[in-house]
């Protein structure tokens, strides 16, 4: 195994278990029998804890945001609407990876300057610069602040509706509680809808 995907593999293990327990509640040593690896080769990949941390959270971040620039890119002629669809869509599909990134800013509120894209650290979420680019494509005279409010209600929206969506209490359950993709997707059309007109 190389260094690259050594690390790759303890980031990956280490993502959940801070997760799953927050920062306090994982050892490096239960990091290294997770991904198989000897406390040695996280030593030399992160020094220590703390930066192995950091480290997690940073791929996670990085990861959100390459993700959601390539789907703008993918989509570039979408209206604001349907781009906020896709971004549903994708959080749903990975929605292992957003229930583990969201128990671990719940869980952990240590999070440091040089973890934030600039772009995105007065934006709000990893990939509101591009959700924000997507609002000032049909909304160019909007002001930044408004902008700004109308990406963080937008994403608090979608994410809270990816999260509900694919909670346990939910999937596979549609004739009980009668809620489907299709209400969803509605849903969040109109508060995007709504919240555009607003600016």
Do not use: W
């Amino acid at each position: 195994m190389n260094d690259q995907s050594t690390k790759e593999k303890i980031i990956a293990h280490a993502h959940k278990l801070f997760a799953e327990k927050g920062y306090n509640g994982v050892s490096i040593r239960e990091i290294s029998q997770a991904a198989q690896v000897n406390v040695a080769a996280i030593n030399y990949h992160f020094n220590n804890k703390e930066n192995l941390y950091r480290h997690t959270v940073q791929a996670s971040i990085t990861e959100m945001a390459t993700d959601m620039r390539n789907l703008f890119e993918e989509n570039s002629d979408c209206t604001v609407e349907d781009f906020c669809i896709k971004i549903f869509d994708y959080f749903v599909e990975h929605s292992d990876d957003l229930k583990t990134s969201s128990k671990m800013f719940v869980i952990n509120s240590e999070v440091h300057p040089e973890m934030i894209d600039p772009d995105d650290e007065i934006i709000g979420p990893p990939g509101g610069k591009v959700l924000y680019d997507c609002i000032q494509k049909v909304k160019p005279k909007a002001k930044h602040d408004d902008i700004i409010f109308a990406v963080r209600v937008i994403f608090t929206t979608v994410i809270h509706k990816a999260l509900v969506f694919t909670s346990n209490c939910l999937v596979g359950r549609e004739n009980m509680y009668k809620v489907t993709e299709d209400d969803f997707h509605a849903l969040i059309k109109r508060v995007v809808k709504i919240t555009i007109n607003d600016i």
